[in-house]
């Protein structure tokens, strides 16, 4: 058991670290990976999708962190929480509020301590004619008896470019994102994002989605080191409301030339995924080292 904790300390650490919710949730929707990676087959079916996340060791399962989705009626995301199994600290909730009931434009997010009910950060959204224009922050510190206020500022426009500025509460730039979306002939998109700090280039992401928005490809440059990402999937039959259509499934993932990952599914009668096993190499062989398992809320 000593080297199932030490995986534990190990895995937690991570999660912890990227759990803290006011520094490592963007502000910007579309950069929001719990909601464009839901792996749904029909979202419109589901109101709720409960994943734990495990860690196996010596075939013992040992929980890691949970997440949790929820949609209304009208099929917006309206919640989505966090909760690590190994340091408390780091749960949140993100509550999510909308201009309308019908569209996609924000009003609010607001990100709380589940276990104070205290908030963590408050965003209060500006859009405009074309996107978001402006977002205003409060974000709640330890031992202190005001919260820091700052702003994000979007300009751009309504075709192919954002670029998003973090102010800091002394009004000075903390960090600036410029975003590219543009179309290839072959039908897939691309989206390319570069970070500046200090008005010097930090990272460049590029992501190629399929046409039905599936990630194949991810290239990221940081301080001049290149990294690349290729996700390979297995077409498999679903059927939508009486009709049968072609879904992709997720099968591998080769980072930097190496196949480093690998799924196998197990799926419900409506044929979204329940559990997931991931395979990693270890010692030069395949070995099964993660398994996610989900529960879904079905609105039927």
Known sequence: MKTAKNILTIVGCVVANLA???????????????????????????KSVTTKHLAL??????????????????????????????????????????????GNQLNTVKIINPNTLKPLEEWQYTNGSFDVEKISVKRYLLNVAEPDVFEVKY?????????????????????????????????????????????????TDSLVLSENQKKQAHFIINLGIAGKTYYTYKPRKVEVFGEEH???????????????????????????????????????????????????EYRN
Not at 249 to 275: C, H, P
């Open 20 to 46: 803290f919710a006011q520094n490592y949730i963007p502000y910007y929707p579309a950069d929001w990976e719990f909601k464009n990676n839901a792996d749904l087959v029909d979202f419109s079916q589901v």
């Open 155 to 203: 300009e751009g426009n309504d075709d192919d470019y954002t670029q998003e500025t973090v102010y800091t509460p002394q009004k000075t730039i903390e960090r600036q994102t410029k975003r590219w979306y543009k179309r290839n002939d072959n039908g897939s998109y691309q989206l390319i994002k570069k970070l500046y700090l200090d008005d010097f280039l930090d990272q």
């Open 57 to 102: 060791d010596e075939n013992e399962e040992h929980p890691v962190y949970e997440t949790y989705l929820s949609w209304n009626n009208t099929y917006q995301l309206t919640d989505y929480q966090f909760v690590n199994y190994n340091n408390s600290y780091a749960d949140f909730d993100v509550q999510i509020k909308y201009i309308n009931p019908n």
């Open 246 to 296: 072609d879904y992709q499934q997720l099968e591998r993932i080769i980072k930097d030339g190496k196949d480093t990952e690998r799924y196998e599914y197990e799926y419900d009668a409506k044929g979204n995924w329940i559990v997931c096993k991931i395979y990693k190499i270890k010692f030069a062989r395949w070995e099964l080292t993660d398994i996610k398992r989900r529960e879904i």
